[in-house]
């Protein structure tokens, strides 16, 4: 149980196009979702943390005009990575997480290149 | 949430046991610690997790010392699909909004 699911798996665009990630909790309910990004060789960073039906919260420095959330139901959150650019080729991994459960439960990952 | 440091690598000889060390020094009594671990270009995986006492489960044990200063995950017997970064956490646990701050963990190689 507990499977979070990312689509696409991969993506390949022109820069200056706009790219969605879909992240979804497939048997459960998910209060609150968060988005990291990972550059080659380095650690997770987290982006934004979302919660069902509100406003995403982001980190210091992350545009959020730029990636936008949506977290439209409680199975399901999507990145837009709005006009990209070269720089914002990444790993891009969700998490999800269910009240009472003390522990993430992460998305397999998106690779975006833009070219 | 205090600050973790880990080894950058460490190897491990296949079917014998993974020691991974973790110093949080400046744990908070309230703050749990947690191991994670990722594998090459996937998303990362939850291994085990404890507040005082020592921890097993299916994957691995966590031992953490009395101070709470430090921490060993220990996979007893390691093979070549555990090598991975594995990344110690310490959090606050019950906050929904809490999150996950990851540092650089720790490249384990299992080696044949």
């Known amino acids: 149980g507990a499977v979070v699911s990312q689509h696409p798996s991969w993506v390949i665009c022109k820069s200056g196009t706009s790219v969605k990630i879909e992240c979804r909790s497939l048997d459960f309910q998910a209060t609150t979702m968060f988005w990291y990004r990972q550059f080659p060789k380095q650690s997770l960073m987290l982006m934004a943390t979302?919660?069902?039906?509100?406003?995403?919260?982001?980190e210091q420095g992350v545009e959020k005009d730029k990636f936008l959330i949506n977290h439209a139901s409680l199975t399901l959150s999507t990145l837009t990575v709005t006009s990209a650019h070269p720089e914002d080729s990444s790993f891009y991994i969700c998490?999800?997480?269910?009240?009472?459960?003390?522990?993430?439960?992460f998305g397999p990952g998106t690779r975006l290149t833009v070219l | 949430d205090a600050k973790t440091t880990q080894p950058p690598s460490m190897d491990c000889a296949e079917g014998r046991a993974a020691n991974l060390p973790c110093n949080h020094s400046t744990i908070s009594g309230n703050e749990y610690v947690y191991w994670y671990r990722q594998i090459h270009s996937q998303g990362p995986q939850y291994i085990i997790h404890?507040?005082?006492n020592n921890e097993t489960n299916e994957m691995a044990s966590l031992i953490i010392t009395e101070d709470r200063k430090s921490s060993t995950l220990i996979l007893p017997h390691a093979t070549l699909r555990d090598t991975a970064v594995y990344y110690c956490?310490?959090?606050?646990?019950?906050?929904?909004?809490?999150?996950?701050?990851f540092g650089e963990g720790t490249q384990l190689t299992v080696n044949p």
């Open positions: 998490s999800a997480r269910v009240a009472g459960v003390p522990r993430e439960f």
């Open positions: 956490i310490v959090r606050a646990q019950e906050t929904s909004g809490s999150r996950l701050t």
């Open positions: 979302s919660n069902e039906g509100s406003k995403a919260t982001y």
């Open positions: 404890g507040l005082k």
